[in-house]
T-cell receptor, first 113, second 113 residues
Framework: DAGVIQSPRHEVTEMGQEVTLRCKPI?????LFWYRQTMMRGLELLIY????????DSGMPEDRFSAKMPNASFSTLKIQPSEPRDSAVYFC???????????FGPGTRLTVL | KQEVTQIPAALSVPEGENLVLNCSFT??????LQWFRQDPGKGLTSLLL?????REQTSGRLNASLDKSSGRSTLYIAASQPGDSATYLC????????????FGTGTLLAVQP
């Protein structure tokens, strides 16, 4: 199995631009999580889906952030417009229901200038 | 609100030493606790998971304990090796139907050869 796949691995953009991060979960996993990691705040859950439906989006910072999961094998996290304080590493993870382990992707390092 | 703290923030030890990493959480109503390892530029890998009804779990040179009533967990690493150098994070999952994990601040471990 290829594991959780994220793209791009690195993204550098200018303030005000739209940024789209992508994630492909492990095949068969029905939970998908988006996390953000910064030095100041550590690793925080932004949103998670079950069977493509958002379950908890209480960690989404503000309306500039949106996440979708159009099918079981693909999810996006979009930031529009981006700001320098959005600079962080964004992780996607997936999990199979009935189990306790989340499998993390390698992350996308976002830098907003 | 659940808060998870890890002490120390950073630790440097010579190869071969036994060491203990600490994790504390403020709300004892947890479903389980996990220890993760994070290597630079990579995602997280689950090391050990302790259910709320368990006291400890072991995997090779790693042993994790849980004292739910006092809100504490420890990760014991025996005979440390340079390959153990990484950031170690603990995470708690609340009780109930949620799959949400609350992560600690992490301990950066360096094992000197």
């Amino acid at each position: 199995d290829a594991g959780v796949i994220q793209s791009p691995r690195h993204e550098v953009t200018e303030m005000g631009q739209e940024v789209t991060l992508r994630c492909k979960p492990i095949s068969g996993h029905d939970y998908l999580f988006w996390y953000r990691q910064t030095m100041m705040r550590g690793l925080e859950l932004l949103i998670y889906f079950n069977n493509n439906v958002p379950i908890d989006d209480s960690g989404m910072p503000e309306d500039r952030f949106s996440a979708k999961m159009p099918n079981a094998s693909f999810s996006t996290l979009k930031i529009q417009p981006s700001e320098p304080r959005d600079s962080a590493v964004y992780f996607c993870a997936s999990q199979l229901s009935g189990t306790d382990t989340q499998y993390f992707g390698p992350g996308t390092r976002l830098t907003v200038l | 609100k659940q808060e998870v703290t890890q002490i120390p923030a950073a630790l440097s030890v010579p190869e071969g030493e036994n060491l203990v990493l600490n994790c504390s959480f403020t709300d004892s109503a947890i479903y389980n606790l996990q220890w993760f390892r994070q290597d630079p530029g990579k995602g997280l890998t689950s090391l050990l998971l302790i259910q709320s009804s368990q006291r400890e779990q072991t995997s090779g040179r790693l042993n994790a304990s849980l004292d739910k009533s006092s809100g504490r967990s420890t990760l014991y690493i025996a005979a440390s090796q340079p390959g153990d150098s990484a950031t170690y994070l603990c995470a708690v999952r609340r009780g109930g139907a949620t799959n949400k994990l609350i992560f600690g601040t992490g301990t950066l471990l360096a094992v000197q050869p």
